[in-house]
């Protein structure tokens, strides 16, 4: 999937990637890389901008650690972020499914 | 482990366009790409390309930081919102007859061209890929637009000028514009 196609989603991926626990940012693009069958086409130093504005909206947390004699940066989701990852995969859900129905000439199902 | 010279390069180009916080995240981030590329068998030069080619541009990773700045966000957001108080102070100043308040010919330039001034920085910063110039000019316009708020507020407090319903209306508007410009400058001077 391209960069483009993907920005509109990108938020919701990332506070996916966050929902089985904290990560830091590699870890965060490896598991982005595996839930998207290594289709992500993404330059990687970009989720770091993009997590850092997640962190300002209040949706995850970041705080510092010391592996291996580096600074390591771990985010984690907060309440809002739980929610707003919630909000984003119903939409998503209904958005999918509508568009599915849509194109393949079926009635679009009720949302949930 | 010596860190390959690829990417000693590209660190020290984002290191000097990004404040150390930030490239010490993305340093571990690309020593932990260019690991995976060496436990997937590449040779180190070629592990080194391959994480850098995956990371992107450094530009490109400097104009999204840029991107998020509180400051570039606050100072499109004080854009947008300048020309409702600008037309507040315009209705007090056009109903109120403000030519004939007593300011000095030198003081009514010297506003304008600190609003001019004032505009020009947050313009700079809402629309720099600069990382450092949209941060400096961002606070730099958040910072004058508050002090120019003040000015006016105290102005025409202490001078002579008649206190109609117009002009609390663009008091109000100006103290809501540095409360908001304050609350902005917290995170933007925080990182």
Known sequence: MRAEELKGHLDALLLAALEDGPRHGYAVIESLRQNTGGRLDLPTGTIYPALRRLEQAGLITGSWSVVGGRRRREYKLTAAGTRALSGKRADWLDFSAMVSAALEGRPCPSPA | MSEPRLISSYLAVLADQLPASIVEELADGLTETHRSYLQQGLAPDLAAESAV?????????????????????????????????????????VTDRASAWPVPFTVRILIGAALITIIGLLAASALSTRYRLAARAGVAGCLGIAALDAVLITGVTFTSAPMTWVVVGAMLASTARIAFAARSLVPALAR
Do not use: S
Not at chain 2, 56 to 85: D, H, K, S, T
């Open chain 2, 53 to 93: 080619a995956e990371f992107g541009e450094p530009q490109e990773i400097v104009a999204e930081f840029a991107r998020v700045n509180p400051a570039r966000r606050a100072a499109r957001r004080l854009l947008g919102i300048g020309p409702l108080v600008g037309a507040c102070w315009a209705a007090a100043l």
